[in-house]
Nanobody, 126 residues
Framework: QVQLVESGGGLVQAGGSLRLSCAAS????????IGWFRQAPGKEREFVAH????????FYGDSVKGRVTISRNNAKNTVYLQINILRPDDTAVYYCAQRRDPFSSGSSNPSQYGYWGQGTQVTVSS
């Protein structure tokens, strides 16, 4: 049984930074691409970033490009999302997800992910 647990969210002032973590268990984590998505109240789920299984290929959504870095530590079964220069419109629940197919690149399509965490709330005050 795959479990993904996000952490690191919280309340932060605009201009600040956060590092979110996604810890995985129950799977050979290193063989799977991981994506981060977010969902704000009343809005659809939005792609944020993804990283391939090796950790040498990343891709970012337009709304966060230049402010976000995704990385992974396969020895710790953890993927990180560093978000800088936070803005009020970054307020959302952030989810990590594991790609369905092993040894694949990431995807911005949520349907390509088979396992999801419960999410961590990020709130940015102005």
């Amino acid at each position: 049984q795959v479990q993904l647990v996000e952490s690191g969210g919280g309340l932060v002032q605009a201009g600040g930074s956060l590092r979110l973590s996604c810890a995985a268990s129950g799977v050979t984590f290193s063989g799977y691409a991981i994506g981060w998505f977010r969902q704000a109240p009343g809005k659809e789920r939005e792609f944020v970033a993804h990283i391939n299984w090796r950790g040498d290929s990343t891709f970012y959504g337009d709304s966060v490009k230049g402010r976000v870095t995704i990385s992974r530590n396969n020895a710790k079964n953890t993927v990180y999302l560093q978000i800088n220069i936070l803005r009020p419109d970054d307020t959302a629940v952030y989810y990590c997800a594991q790609r369905r197919d092993p040894f694949s690149s990431g995807s911005s399509n949520p349907s390509q992910y088979g396992y999801w965490g419960q999410g961590t709330q990020v709130t940015v005050s102005s």
